[in-house]
T-cell receptor, first 114, second 114 residues
Framework: DVKVTQSSRYLVKRTGEKVFLECVQDMDHENMFWYRQDPGLGLRLIYFSYDVKMKEKGDIPEGYSVSREKKERFSLILESASTNQTSMYLC?????????????FGPGTRLLVL | AQSVAQPEDQVNVAEGNPLTVKCTYSVSGNPYLFWYVQYPNRGLQFLLKYITGDNLVKGSYGFEAEFNKSQTSFHLKKPSALVSDSALYFCAVPPISGNTPLVFGKGTRLSVIA
């Protein structure tokens, strides 16, 4: 079974703090993704990565950055957290076989920024 | 651009009755279509996907989906609903070919009432 893990299930941070969300997958997948999920807005793509040290902006990259130093790990960084970044963050990974491949998700991190 | 739409925010069904969660798509070429389920405070779990071949796709937990090209639909179905099926359901499509991430519908909340 594919396993995608996220470092925290729940996180509370203060405005202005630097926040790291970690995601690790154990299936040697090339592709990894970060989404945020908000009520009424569904899932929106923040960043994705095709391979180590590669990154691409998604639909809403502002206020976020990412790091992919190792194949199994994809980190999402909030440089200076703001209250509008309170959300559910979902990481996913996928093989590089193209659009037909299945994306597998982690359990999510629910972030509250005060 | 490829997209999916879930026309219903909420679907209510009595336990034991058949359920349908609707999804329509707009894609060029042959579509790949996915269904995911999200239980409360959890990540998304893959249910099934249509790549090619049979229009009726069988998936996890007794769910199936019917691909209908003439109606551009990919509705999720189950013959007999369980209370434990209550969750948020997402339809998804890759926006273009290659390694691009899935684009998700807004989600449909299914409530199965005992």
């Amino acid at each position: 079974d594919v396993k995608v893990t996220q470092s925290s299930r729940y996180l509370v941070k203060r405005t202005g703090e630097k926040v790291f969300l970690e995601c690790v997958q154990d299936m040697d997948h090339e592709n990894m993704f970060w989404y945020r999920q908000d009520p009424g807005l569904g899932l929106r793509l923040i960043y994705f990565s095709y391979d180590v040290k590669m990154k691409e902006k998604g639909d809403i990259p502002e206020g976020y950055s990412v790091s992919r130093e190792k194949k199994e790990r994809f980190s999402l960084i909030l440089e200076s957290a703001s209250t509008n970044q309170t959300s559910m963050y979902l990481c996913a990974s996928r093989n590089s076989g193209g659009a037909r491949e299945t994306q597998y998700f982690g359990p999510g991190t629910r972030l509250l920024v005060l | 651009a490829q997209s999916v739409a879930q026309p219903e925010d909420q679907v209510n069904v009595a336990e034991g009755n058949p359920l349908t969660v609707k999804c329509t798509y707009s894609v060029s070429g042959n579509p790949y279509l996915f269904w995911y389920v999200q239980y409360p405070n959890r990540g998304l779990q893959f249910l099934l996907k249509y790549i090619t071949g049979d229009n009726l796709v069988k998936g996890s937990y007794g769910f199936e989906a019917e691909f209908n090209k003439s109606q551009t639909s990919f509705h999720l179905k189950k013959p007999s609903a369980l209370v434990s099926d209550s969750a948020l359901y997402f339809c998804a499509v890759p926006p273009i070919s290659g390694n691009t991430p899935l684009v998700f519908g807004k989600g449909t909340r299914l409530s199965v009432i005992a």
